[in-house]
């Protein structure tokens, strides 16, 4: 007898922790990869990280996607896309594993770890005073999900934190400021800049040359939401010239970071294989299948991307 099935389909999430989780959360569905698909399984559903060009089109009665994940880079500018909603996860513990990976980056710069990292290497007991946390201008770009925990955690630890957006937006602790026109003068008062922007036609290299040029002279710089948001030459050349003091980096233009690239040889250069925070399936399980119950009594699915505006 025919069964809902949600297909499944990543080349880097193992297709066990997902079942377990949705199968027990959705007694009456199934989730199987395509090659597991049998006459028994009546395909209604989709959760996908950057599924092989024309997936869905053995999928006719599909009537909505997840994204395994939260970036709808990983679907925006396909063709083969059906016309169902589109969802994204959306899952309190991912915003939390970010928070610690910013939490843990900011605090490097602010207590001048990265300083006494390279002075260790040198056997150099190196004294540099500590300053209080309101001290430091921590400035985070995207507020949402994931943007604007880090930048809560990152007030509540005493940071002067300032968050930009596409929309006004208010936060506990954080100034805020929204629209281009007022990128340029929130970057002449950042001293520590934390990318979290989806990549999309307006964030495409937003941070070029002329941007980088409009920090502090030697900011720091962590980027853990898509590589192509910055002008990874133009950071480099600022990187090598010490207009930025530093860069965390965990996300790059291209992936994996190849070998002979030049930002493995840059000693003011920390590199994390795009780990910053990852789908959950213990807690991403309970909001895919509450989205799949929506649907079917007929209620609007929730945390659906808008490919349109990219995110
Ligand atoms: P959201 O979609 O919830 O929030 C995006 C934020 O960026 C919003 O505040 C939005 O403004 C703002 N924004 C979007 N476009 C613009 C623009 N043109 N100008 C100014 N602000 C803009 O995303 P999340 O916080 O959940 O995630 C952010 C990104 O993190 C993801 O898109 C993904 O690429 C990346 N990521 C990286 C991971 C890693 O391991 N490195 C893991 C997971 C995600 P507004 O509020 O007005 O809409």
Same mark, same amino acid.
Request: no cysteine.
């Given at each position: /007898?025919?069964?809902?099935?949600? !297909?499944?389909? @990543?080349?880097?999430?193992? *297709?066990?922790?997902?079942?377990?989780?949705?199968?027990?959360?959705?007694?009456?569905?199934?989730?199987?990869?395509?090659?597991?698909?049998?006459?028994?399984?009546?395909?209604?559903?989709?959760? =996908?990280?950057?599924?092989?060009?024309?997936?869905?089109?053995?999928?006719?009665?599909?009537?909505?996607?997840?994204?395994?994940?939260?970036?709808?880079d990983?679907?925006?500018?396909?063709?083969?896309?059906?016309?169902?909603? *589109?969802?994204?996860? @959306?899952?309190?513990? /991912?915003?939390?594993? /970010?928070?610690?990976?910013?939490?843990?980056?900011?605090? &490097?710069?602010?207590?001048?770890?990265? !300083?006494?990292?390279?002075?260790?290497?040198?056997? &150099?007991?190196?004294?540099?005073?500590?300053?209080?946390?309101?001290?430091?201008?921590?400035?985070?770009?995207?507020?949402?999900?994931?943007?604007?925990?880090?930048? #809560?955690?990152?007030?509540?630890?005493?940071?002067?934190?300032?968050?930009?957006?596409?929309?006004?937006?208010?936060?506990?602790?954080?100034? #805020?400021? @929204?629209?281009?026109?007022?990128?340029?003068?929130?970057?002449?008062?950042?001293? *520590?800049?934390?990318v /979290?922007?989806?990549l #999309?036609?307006?964030?495409h290299h937003?941070?070029?040359?002329?941007?980088?040029?409009?920090?502090?002279?030697?900011?720091?710089?962590?980027n853990a939401s898509r590589g192509a948001v910055v002008d990874e030459?133009?950071m480099?050349?600022?990187?090598?010239?010490?207009?930025?003091?530093?860069?965390?980096l965990d996300v790059f233009e291209r992936e994996?970071l190849?070998?002979?690239?030049?930002l493995?040889?840059?000693?003011?250069?920390? *590199?994390?294989?795009h780990?910053?925070? =990852?789908?959950?399936?213990?807690?991403?399980?309970?909001?895919?299948?509450?989205?799949? &119950?929506?649907?079917?009594?007929?209620?609007?699915?929730?945390?659906?991307?808008?490919? #349109?505006?990219?995110?």
């Amino acid at each position: /007898m025919a069964r809902e099935t949600i !297909v499944f389909s @990543s080349a880097v999430d193992p *297709i066990a922790p997902w079942r377990e989780g949705l199968e027990a959360a959705l007694p009456d569905v199934a989730l199987r990869a395509p090659p597991e698909l049998s006459a028994d399984d009546d395909v209604r559903y989709a959760l =996908v990280w950057k599924p092989p060009e024309g997936f869905f089109a053995a999928y006719p009665k599909l009537r909505l996607i997840t994204i395994l994940g939260v970036g709808a880079d990983a679907l925006a500018g396909r063709t083969d896309l059906p016309d169902v909603p *589109i969802a994204r996860l @959306s899952d309190p513990a /991912m915003a939390q594993m /970010m928070a610690s990976y910013i939490l843990f980056a900011v605090l &490097r710069y602010a207590r001048d770890i990265d !300083v006494f990292e390279a002075a260790q290497r040198d056997r &150099r007991w190196h004294y540099v005073h500590p300053r209080e946390a309101r001290l430091t201008r921590v400035g985070v770009l995207g507020l949402g999900e994931l943007g604007g925990v880090a930048a #809560t955690e990152l007030a509540r630890l005493g940071f002067d934190i300032s968050g930009w957006s596409r929309s006004p937006k208010t936060l506990p602790g954080v100034r #805020t400021t @929204s629209g281009i026109d007022a990128l340029d003068a929130f970057l002449a008062e950042t001293d *520590i800049l934390v990318v /979290m922007l989806p990549l #999309t036609g307006q964030t495409h290299h937003l941070l070029d040359a002329r941007r980088l040029a409009l920090l502090p002279a030697g900011a720091k710089l962590i980027n853990a939401s898509r590589g192509a948001v910055v002008d990874e030459p133009a950071m480099i050349q600022a990187l090598v010239s010490g207009q930025l003091g530093g860069a965390t980096l965990d996300v790059f233009e291209r992936e994996p970071l190849p070998t002979d690239h030049p930002l493995w040889t840059l000693p003011n250069v920390l *590199i994390t294989p795009h780990l910053a925070s =990852v789908a959950l399936p213990a807690s991403a399980a309970a909001q895919i299948a509450a989205n799949i &119950r929506r649907l079917r009594s007929g209620e609007p699915v929730r945390h659906r991307v808008d490919l #349109t505006r990219g995110y």
